[in-house]
């Protein structure tokens, strides 16, 4: 199969992730723009950070002034899930070479489910060079959203009330999505309790890393448990 062809199948597969991520982009990068960050940092963030629905959280991390280690650690425990599902990729990863270290940066949900379906492409070398296009293209949706989200930020005012529900949104369906798809609801139940409970004694703008941490304490505690039911 030629580059041409290679690049068109991508980009017909990855059409559902530019309508989302486009939309999802300019959400991001009006909110930005309204904290009062210029849209370079959408650009920057969007190319070198590529967390999804951490960058919507990394918003209100920003106005807040938290320290570089909060940032880290929200991030790494809001992403943690990458961790487990791209264990199946660890040896597709490796026989692209440098390539690969781009492939898991920009593996997110969506790029993960699509890079799920490219069996199908005759040679171990079309399989690669299908899943590398796919990864590009859709990170190249979301740094044109966010981009262009913050540019009409800044020369066009716009009433953003509301929209940063879209993050909240996003990961409803997110979590909706899972509850529908998992065999057990315990995980699910424990991160609702303990994001209550720590709401309730440290207040909203204190309780997202504690809860974090105690949910996966938890959820390491109970690991034997749970893993049989899932």
Request: charge should be neutral; include cysteine.
């Amino acid at each position: 199969m030629s580059n041409r062809a290679i690049i068109k199948q991508a980009f017909l597969r990855t059409i559902p992730v530019m309508m989302g991520y486009v939309v999802l982009g300019v959400a991001f990068g009006l909110l930005l723009q309204n904290a009062g960050y210029h849209w370079v940092w959408a650009l920057g963030i969007s190319l070198f950070v590529f967390a999804g629905s951490m960058q919507f959280v990394l918003v209100g991390l920003l106005v807040q002034q938290a320290s570089l280690t909060t940032v880290a650690i929200t991030t790494l425990l809001v992403n943690s899930r990458h961790l487990f599902y791209g264990l199946s990729f660890i040896e597709k990863f490796k026989r692209m070479g440098k390539r690969g270290l781009y492939m898991i940066f920009a593996l997110t949900d969506e790029t993960y489910a699509l890079l799920c379906g490219v069996g199908e492409v005759g040679s171990d070398e079309g399989r690669d060079k299908l899943a590398w296009w796919i990864a590009i293209l859709d990170q190249s949706y979301w740094v044109i959203g966010s981009t262009l989200g913050a540019v009409l930020g800044s020369f066009i005012t716009f009433n953003i009330t509301g929209i940063d529900f879209a993050m909240t949104a996003l990961f409803t369906v997110i979590v909706v999505e899972q509850w529908l798809n998992s065999k057990s609801h315990l995980p699910a139940i424990i991160g609702f309790v303990c994001a209550v409970l720590s709401l309730v004694w440290l207040g909203p703008a204190q309780f997202l890393l504690p809860a974090l941490i105690v949910t996966v304490m938890i959820l390491l505690v109970m690991r034997n448990v749970l893993e049989p039911q899932v």
